[in-house]
């Protein structure tokens, strides 16, 4: 199936006219979050019965050109993947998409091994994908034949996919679990920089081993992430591409007293050192003069309980997990499907003690009740 590339609202009017006779149709999103500092939405990709679309939102505003189709109920978007391209129609084109039907979603409640989309397509339609343009960047124009060629072939076979999961699922019993996942996930997907007390999230919770580095290193930390947050911003530079997390960690943990020692930490770029080094070795030396009170160390990590769980807590969530990992074994599914250990850990601070009350902890979906409610039941009572 060839491709139209859309790049003006003249050229839309193909797409706009096919989509308003549809029922449902294909969608995907490319983004430039791996190359840019700006993670804004580069591409759609759009499939219908008729033909596969490629639109630049680079070009042109597309909003009005999906608001009809993709906040439509009636009508049924498959996509991949799809949590952080809805976050994208969201955030960039204020867009709230439902019916969505999720072939990756699908093929998890199907308990498929491998859930990526290449080899989903190469074991359910011998279709094999290039990996070749994984890592482009979308951003960049004009983009190239090839590089068109491969968007495309996000979008082409999806509902074919689609309609052979479908299938596995009704013959497996658990349509109403996708319907329940696909609704959830319409409701939920939305970018967040805040925490759960509406206070902007601390920059250090995304660092591996920040955990682990002293109040003052930590408070070291966080000016090092601004420093570099500022560069990656002034250059449109994927903040990871300007300089890892790990050499600046080395950096907080050896305390450099000029640019030069920069160098002499593994993975810290020579230029980012010599054209930059000097602001961040200040805002460490600025670090290093604080008093203890004024040092901001790691964020206590948020329980499910009030504080950490005594030990007849631990064991009451360690027996729900092996409900749930004897559960999963049975049902062919993976562990990470049914309710997490996070979940269980809430569910044994709270101790429901019948349906409702388990249903009414948060993130516990209907068909988990259904498969596996009662057994968790019974480990509470046994434990209360």
């Known amino acids: 199936m060839p491709y139209e590339h859309i790049r003006d609202e003249a050229g839309a009017e193909a797409l706009a006219r096919d989509l308003s006779g549809v029922r449902?149709?294909?969608?995907?999103?490319?983004?430039?979050?791996?190359?840019r500092y700006s993670d804004r939405l580069c591409l759609i990709q759009a499939t219908t019965p008729r033909n596969t679309y490629i639109v630049d939102p680079l070009a042109f505003d597309v909003r009005e050109l999906l608001r009809a189709p993709v906040e439509d109920p009636d009508v049924e978007v498959v996509m991949h993947g799809s949590d952080y391209d809805l976050r994208l129609l969201d955030r960039d084109l204020d867009l709230h998409l439902t019916g969505l039907y999720d072939t990756q979603i699908a093929a998890a409640l199907l308990g498929e091994q491998a859930i990526g989309l290449a080899a989903l397509l190469e074991s359910r339609l011998d279709v094999r994908l290039s990996k070749k343009y994984q890592r482009a960047d979308w951003a960049e124009r004009p983009l190239t034949p090839d590089m068109l060629e491969y968007a495309a072939g996000d979008t082409r076979h999806l509902m074919a996919l689609a309609d052979l999961l479908r299938a596995d699922l009704a013959a497996a019993g658990r349509e109403a679990w996708m319907d329940e996942e696909c609704r959830l996930?319409?409701?939920t997907a939305t970018f967040r920089s805040e925490d759960d007390d509406g206070e902007p999230e601390d920059p250090v919770v995304r660092v591996k081993g920040a955990r682990d580095l002293s109040p003052r290193q930590v408070t070291a930390l966080r000016e090092a992430l601004d420093w570099r947050d500022g560069i990656a911003r002034a250059k449109d530079r994927a903040p990871f591409r300007v300089v890892g997390d790990?050499?600046?960690i080395e950096a907080v943990a050896r305390w450099p007293r000029d640019p030069g020692e920069l160098v002499d930490i593994k993975g810290f770029p020579r230029a980012l050192a010599r054209e930059e080094g000097a602001d961040l070795i200040r805002r460490l030396e600025a670090v290093s003069r604080l008093g203890d009170d004024e040092l901001r160390p790691y964020p206590r990590s948020r329980s499910p309980g009030p504080g950490r769980p005594p030990p007849e807590v631990e064991a009451v969530a360690a027996k729900l997990k092996s409900v749930r990992n004897r559960r999963a074994n049975e049902l062919g599914l993976d562990r990470a499907v049914l309710p997490s250990n996070a979940l269980l850990l809430a569910i044994?601070?709270?101790?429901?003690?019948?349906?409702?009350?388990?249903?009414?902890?948060?993130?516990?979906?209907?068909?988990?009740?259904?498969?596996?409610?009662?057994?968790l039941l019974g480990v509470l009572r046994d434990g209360s």
Do not use: N, S, Y
């Open 246 to 248: 790990q050499p600046l």
């Open 24 to 35: 449902r149709f294909a969608l995907d999103l490319e983004a430039a979050g791996f190359h």
């Open 185 to 187: 996930l319409e409701r």
């Open 348 to 375: 044994a601070w709270q101790k429901p003690t019948d349906a409702r009350g388990l249903a009414a902890v948060d993130g516990m979906r209907r068909w988990q009740m259904q498969v596996m409610g009662e057994e």
